[in-house]
């Protein structure tokens, strides 16, 4: 390409203005990307029409002459709002041309939410100024500055408008009044490749001399953009044009760039998920099940096995004691007690007497459990003798201990079957609340959320992505107080399958895959972080299912692979939600192409009887492509929080494309539609930070550590020194079958292929990413940069007490790890713990708990209690039958 030359005459002053211009101008901006952006410039474009038809670009002059303002400043202002609208920000840098063919820079100011006719005044004041500095002083400012971008940076525009000279029907000379333009690629002088988008229209003028119309090409970068993506560009320009001549006075806010039938789309025809079911109340369901099948297999734990008959009897009795207490509609029961037959007898009891279970997971610190006591204000409280010290209700709370003898005895007395409706205190109703699970908040307080019966039915029954039945074992896996829970026991025992409970605590992966093989589990629920710790140490221990459904947790690309290579039989679901609707809002069944172009596991499609609401902070729906956040409609909307009506109405707000009186839930998830109509996930709206003036999403710079193919999965944080500088670090743990992974050669990996200002400026590698108690990230545990011993090193004495202090040293990735070190103190969590478990039992041949590691957590301790345990099990092989 030919360089750009000038006849504008440059002063002192023009280079220090574009200097001033330049330096603090976004360096990114956020366009409707189909691919990320390659390290490597790729110079590919391709071309798409531009029309804007006669009578609009007539209505183009007139509001022009009007305002005072050249034609260019219109087209400016009205690509300005477009890009606004799609997620670009308020600062949106434009490049053009001055009259003498200078290149130059304009900064469209869209803050405060100004009118067309604002913009058109704060565009002209800034476009006189650009075009008087124009030419040699803005290429002399480019040049000193390009030392401060990356490469890969498009200094000092993405989006650059060009009009040029006009042609006329009578003469023709400017061009050939068919062609939109003779020119093929954007403005550019070589120093960098074509900006992202070039709109270049040319005026055509009829015989008259009137307005013909503006005809012309977006240009476009073909590694970025799709070219349906392009033509949509095309079009919302040509809408936004038409708006914003029609009603200049109409704030940017209120522009739409989408058309009806984009709309409709994304309202209406990707939210299609009606099942047309009447809904019903648990008890209702569950009863016509037991009816059905009454000595069919209902649940079965390591000591116990009931039919769906005796599960029912069971939960009566129970049920009629609860209700002899006063439960009913409304009431609250807290249930204590650990993974067992006895827990889901208890909740089931709880909804049959009308009441909502709140579950208290007695392996909580009691302290935490006296709060949710205290907050929920349980009518009743259901706990067992073992476990009833530190689960102390409220005064007012009766407390059922299950196995004293009077309750036991209590329990005989009352008939197993079905309730009759006049035993209840009121009516129950699908409405009504079946629980109440506590989240954790934002204050640090945990807040209960209130979920109705309506809500699991959509759930679990005629969901369309569960198709669970009576040949099925559920696999029954989660914490009592976490709402994967309710997926498990609903979703088996109002489908007619068996629930198998697993033992209590924590499981390693090879008591998993005991478990899982045992009890012969077809369907099973991982957390996000579970999921990868399976694959990541023995992906066979998933073998026999048919369906495996993760989430909770952004998935690892390479932990999906893994298991669609090596289980071709298992259909693997990536569900997403949060417990404000009831588990999960959307599903996503994942597939090998899913893998290999955006770099990350998309969260699907809207449940059954589930809208789903990408928009921008005006609450109006953003286009395919654009990040905006997530809201929730339908069935599965939770009741609200627990005595917390402010916090409610902040969550749960009105639904302004519902009936009337309807509600959306407010997730605070940034997600975006593919233009297929599948969502998928990008962070939390509070994701995004700012560096040095660059805005970035971690997001983005973790799916580029996780691109590394040695790393498995990755988490970046903002950290910040004792003298205040802020920098990224990232966190990385290997794929399955690395040895591991060099933290220099991952960060070199990423300076490839992200902006300087992207790399993260220390790689941590982790054996494991450590977890919350619900299995999600735990941002707020990841270590700093460097770990060190608190206590004197005591070097170890036996064989044994060696091998330990190495396979901890290996999983904490530390340097060495003495007798006395405690694990926890050097970066250990619930996953680091499964790690020991596994290389204990491979290394030492001994099974470990690893509720023993949590009890004592040193090498030592370790040591000392495994000198009392059993030699390690041979592994499980499956038989199958014929």
């Not at 890969?152 to 040029?164: S, T």
């Not at 090596?566 to 009831?582: D, F, K, Q």
Request: a negative charge.
């Amino acid at each position: 390409m030919t360089a750009i030359t000038t006849e504008v005459a440059d002063d002192n002053g023009g280079p220090a203005h574009w200097r001033r211009v330049l330096a603090d101008a976004p360096r990114e901006l956020a366009l409707p990307f189909d691919r990320p952006r390659p390290r490597t410039p790729d110079p590919r474009t391709a071309r798409v029409a531009l029309d804007v038809g006669a009578e609009l670009h007539a209505r183009v002059g007139e509001l022009a002459a009007a305002e005072g303002v050249a034609p260019v400043t219109v087209l400016r202002a009205a690509l300005a709002a477009l890009l606004s609208r799609l997620g670009a920000g308020t600062d949106i840098p434009l490049g053009g041309r001055t009259a003498a063919g200078g290149r130059i820079v304009v900064r469209a100011d869209l803050s405060g939410d100004p009118s067309l006719t604002e913009s058109l005044r704060r565009l002209h004041d800034d476009a006189g100024t650009a075009s008087r500095y124009g030419g040699a002083a803005f290429e002399r400012a480019v040049a000193e500055l390009a030392p401060e971008h990356s490469p890969d940076v498009r200094p000092p525009y993405q989006v650059e408008l060009v009009v040029e000279e006009p042609v006329t029907a009578a003469t023709g000379t400017a061009a050939d009044a068919d062609a939109p333009t003779t020119d093929e690629q954007p403005v550019s002088d070589g120093a960098f490749p074509p900006c992202d988008l070039s709109f270049r229209l040319r005026p055509h003028l009829g015989a008259d001399g009137g307005p013909a119309g503006l005809r012309g090409l977006l240009t476009f970068a073909a590694g970025l953009f799709d070219e349906a993506t392009a033509e949509a560009l095309a079009r919302r320009l040509v809408r936004v044009l038409g708006q914003a001549v029609a009603r200049p006075g109409l704030p940017l806010s209120r522009v739409e760039p989408l058309g009806e039938a984009e709309l409709h789309r994304l309202l209406v025809d990707w939210n299609d998920t009606a099942r047309n079911v009447p809904a019903a109340t648990l008890p209702e369901l569950f009863e016509a099940q037991a009816e059905r099948t009454p000595d069919a297999l209902a649940v079965v734990d390591g000591r116990v096995r009931l039919s769906y008959g005796e599960l029912n009897a069971r939960a009566n009795r129970l049920a009629r004691l609860l209700a002899g207490h006063g439960v009913g509609p409304e009431s609250l029961v807290a249930v204590s007690l650990e993974r067992s037959a006895e827990l889901v007898v208890a909740l089931l009891a709880v909804v049959k007497a009308g009441g909502s279970y709140v579950p208290v997971d007695p392996a909580y610190p009691a302290e935490h459990i006296a709060y949710l006591l205290d907050d929920a204000g349980p009518a009743c409280l259901i706990t067992t003798g073992a476990l009833r010290t530190g689960t102390v209700g409220a005064p007012g709370t009766t407390t059922v201990v299950l196995d004293d003898p009077p309750t036991e005895a209590a329990l005989l007395g009352h008939p197993g079957t079905d309730l009759d409706p006049a035993e209840r205190t009121a009516g129950l109703r699908p409405a009504h609340p079946a629980y109440g699970i506590y989240t954790s908040g934002s204050t640090g307080r945990p807040k209960g959320v209130l979920v109705t019966h309506a809500s699991v039915d959509r759930l679990v029954r005629r969901t369309g992505y569960l198709d669970i039945g009576a040949g099925d074992v559920v696999g029954q896996l989660a914490s009592p107080s976490f709402d994967a829970t309710t997926l498990e026991v609903w979703g088996a025992l109002l489908n007619g399958a068996v629930l198998a409970v697993a033992p209590p605590g924590v499981l390693s992966v090879a008591e998993l895959k005991e478990f899982t093989a045992g009890h012969g589990v077809t369907v099973l629920w991982l957390t996000a972080g579970l999921f990868h710790q399976v694959v990541d140490t023995d992906v066979t221990a998933l073998r026999g299912l048919r369906h495996l459904l993760a989430g909770g947790d952004v998935l690892s690309p390479a932990m999906c692979a893994a298991v669609v290579a090596a289980l071709p039989g298992v259909r693997l679901s990536n569900g997403y939600g949060p417990t404000e609707n009831t588990t999960f809002t959307t599903t996503h069944d994942v597939r090998g192409t899913d893998l290999t172009a955006s770099g990350t596991v998309p969260i699907g499609r809207p449940v059954s009887d589930t809208r789903v609401y990408v928009l921008d902070t005006a609450l109006r729906p953003t286009a395919p492509g654009v990040a905006g956040e997530l809201y929730v409609a339908g069935a599965g909307l939770a009741r609200g929080y627990l005595r917390r009506p402010g916090t409610t109405a902040e969550r749960f707000v009105a639904n302004p494309f519902g009936e009337p009186g309807e509600r959306m839930y407010r997730t605070g998830d940034v997600v975006r539609w593919t233009t297929g109509g599948v969502l998928e996930f990008l962070g939390r709206e509070d994701g995004q930070v700012k560096l040095r003036g660059f805005r970035i999403e971690l997001g983005e710079v973790e799916a580029a550590l996780a691109g590394h193919p040695g790393v498995g999965r990755a988490a970046v944080v903002v950290h910040e020194s004792d003298s205040g500088d802020k920098r990224l670090v990232g966190y990385v743990v290997p794929r399955p079958g690395a040895a591991g992974v060099e933290a220099a050669q991952v960060r070199a990996f990423v300076a490839r292929r992200l902006p300087e200002y992207m790399v993260p400026a220390a790689v941590v590698p982790l054996a494991e990413l450590p977890l919350t108690v619900n299995g999600k990230l735990d941002r707020r545990a990841l270590p700093v940069p460097r770990f060190a011993p608190v206590t004197a090193y005591r070097a170890p004495g036996s064989v044994r007490e060696k091998a330990l202090c190495e396979i901890f040293a290996d999983v904490l990735d530390v340097e060495r790890v003495g007798l006395d070190d405690n694990f926890f103190e050097l970066g250990g969590h619930s996953l680091h713990v499964t790690q020991i478990v596994s290389r204990v039992r491979r290394e030492l041949s001994v099974e470990l708990r690893p509720r023993v590691v949590y009890d004592m957590p040193t090498v030592a301790g370790v040591a000392e209690r495994l000198g009392a345990a059993r030699p390690a099990p041979p592994p499980i092989v499956r038989r199958r039958s014929g």
